[in-house]
């Protein structure tokens, strides 16, 4: 926790973020892992998590999470084996890549009320309340005061949630690179071309992977593996 709120206001040392990013990444991962894998167990094997109701079934509980952890691990396998092959099609890459949450590293500036409601906006967007943070970082986007991380923001916040929009992000991430502001740039590219992805616009999404791979920004590999794997038009 100290240092979640040392991340928080930005002081942590180089180390501390590296650190903290990765928690972040791998929590969101691990969330998303368990419900997917939770719902193939159900499907196809038919295991599904029990509430404990006493000692004497505790070691028949015990048993059926050791046989669901073994199958937890053979669909994991599956799902690394099926990222790693050619014939993956981008739109399950997307997903992959799109599991990885953008951390949130933003401190901006500007008046009280858009700090606030900037402060409030990233506090839901840690806690992957993602409407509630696109709906926050929409009004502060309203204001004169907005910045291209808040732009940025806005789009990831559409992309992450349960049901993604990506229509309205690309709006959002189309705005952001109208600032000039490089870091947060390649950034926005790079989940921009993501977002046409998923709203099946790939002859929208390779200019900016060519131009990703081309100026050797940010995420290269991924936007080559996802190049290779979009139909020529």
Known sequence: MKLFIK???NEANEEEQSAMTELLIQKKYDQELRQKMSARLANE???????????????RLQLIRWGGSIAAAVLLGLAIWQISSPQLDYQALTVAYLSEQMPETYRGKGWKE?????????????TEDYTTA???WGLVTQAEEAEA??????????LFQEEPQPETAITALQQALTYPDKD???VSRWYLSLAYLQAEQPKNARPLLEEIIANEHWNIAKAQELLKRIPQQ
């Open 134 to 136: 696109a709906q926050l």
């Open 7 to 9: 991340y928080y206001h």
């Open 114 to 126: 858009v700090l606030e409601q900037r402060d409030a906006a990233i506090q839901a967007y840690v």
């Open 149 to 158: 991380k808040d732009f940025l923001y806005l789009g990831l916040s559409y």
């Open 45 to 59: 094997y038919g295991i599904q998590r029990t509430p404990a109701v006493g000692a004497a079934r505790t070691r």
């Open 184 to 186: 947060i740039e390649q």
